[in-house]
Structure formats: C-alpha cells, structure tokens
C-alpha cells in the first residue's frame, strides 16, 4: 500500500474535449511526478512538481498541465485531446526527485 | 539522449525455474537505477534501486540485480520464480535530475 490514490480509476472522453485527472499523494511527499503509458510501452515523463511548481518536464505539449497544491494533491489537465492521448496516467510522489518514487494506481482514459 | 533498452518483450517460465530480466542504459556517469514491477491493473511497485556502493542489490520479493559499469547493464534475477511474480517489469535510470526514463518493460509469464 502506497498511499498515492487517483480519480477516476477510468475515463471516456471524445477528441477535443478537456480532462482533468487527479491525484493525491503521501503526507510529506512534496515531490509529484506525472507519466503517461501508452498500451504496451514503459511510463513516459510528463512533469514533475515540487512544492507547487513546475521542476521539470517532458517531450509533452502546453495542452498538458498540472496543478500542485498546498494538501499533498495534484492535477493533470490535458486539452484538445486527441485520439493519441489515449494511456494510463500514473502519478507518483516522493520526498524529493532522488528518493523511491511511490506511483498511484493510474486512471486510464480513453479518447473517441 | 539517454534511454534504457530491455530486449526481451515476453519472457516464460517455468515456476521454480530461475530468471533473469536482461536491461541496458545509456548515461556515460553512474546512472540512478531502479526495476519496477507492474501487475495488470496496478501501478508500479519498486523492486529494488541502485544509487552507488555494492554493486549488487538485493530487492523485495526475493528479487535481486547487478550493477555493471562494463556492460552498461542492471540486469533483475531471481534463483526461484513463482506464479504471482507473473507481471511486466520495467527499468529505469534517471541521470541525477528528476527525469527517470523507463524501458519499454518485459511480460513475464510463469507456467505452473
């Protein structure tokens, strides 16, 4: 058991639309890392916060966001979806970018 | 770029067969490694990590991997291999920032 819960567990959504996917991670954990994993590939780096900002991120687009917050919390906002954003997302958090990255169990979203 | 290359897709064998899990990185400094193990449905849960010192690591779930510089590999090994180690198993490297790249991970299936 990690601690590190997402929602929704599962998505629909049609090509163009917004989605927001959240995350909460361990208590102390100030360190947020989003990846996306398409089917039958290793994670892909989105992003990582720390402490509410932006540290760092991926070969991803602007239409990929997040949001970090004060309660140990995130968001992954993606917009303009498109049929290839189709993947399991999984957030994972830790102390700091060094330290055992603990993940969620993912929310998979599928775009039409 | 750095990338991390498991080359074997699927794996199978036999339960109480010995296993090795074969992974290649690609980062000139010592590299940040790490197995994950993916269940269906699940996120992924840390095997064992290598940061620096012994050069052997000994993991979870009786699982084990080498560290070797000469053969830029960090390969997982486990002497006996039962049904529930039926999982994909992904490695990872990060550079010392908080970027981790995954592999492409290896389908491991074990016949009772």
């Known amino acids: 058991e990690t601690g590190v819960t997402q929602s929704p567990t599962h998505l629909i959504k049609t090509r163009g639309q917004q989605v927001t996917l959240r995350c909460s991670s361990q208590?102390?954990?100030?360190?947020v890392s989003w990846y996306q994993q398409a089917l039958g590939q290793g994670p892909q780096f989105i992003f990582q916060y720390y402490r509410e900002e932006e540290n760092g991120r991926g070969n991803f687009p602007p239409r990929f966001s997040g949001l970090q917050f004060p309660n140990y919390s995130s968001e992954l906002n993606v917009n303009a979806l498109e049929l290839d954003d189709s993947a399991l997302y999984l957030c994972?958090?830790?102390?700091?970018?060094?330290?055992?990255?603990?993940f969620g169990p993912g929310t998979r979203l599928l775009v039409l | 770029a750095q990338s991390v290359t498991q080359p074997d897709i699927h794996i199978t064998v036999s339960e109480g067969a010995s296993l090795e899990l074969r992974c290649n990185y690609s980062y000139g400094a010592t590299p940040y490694l790490f197995w994950y193990v993916q269940s269906p449905g699940q996120g992924l849960q840390l095997l064992l990590k290598y940061f620096s010192g012994d050069t052997l690591v000994q993991g979870i779930k009786g699982f084990e991997a080498e560290f070797k510089r000469s053969q830029s590999s960090f390969n997982l090994r486990k002497p006996s291999v039962h049904w529930s180690d039926a999982a994909e198993y992904f490695c990872a490297q990060t550079s010392g920032t908080y970027k981790y790249i995954f592999g492409t991970g290896t389908r491991l299936k074990v016949l009772a």
């Open positions: 994972a958090s830790s102390t700091s970018w060094e330290e055992t990255q603990y």
């Open positions: 208590s102390g954990h100030n360190t």
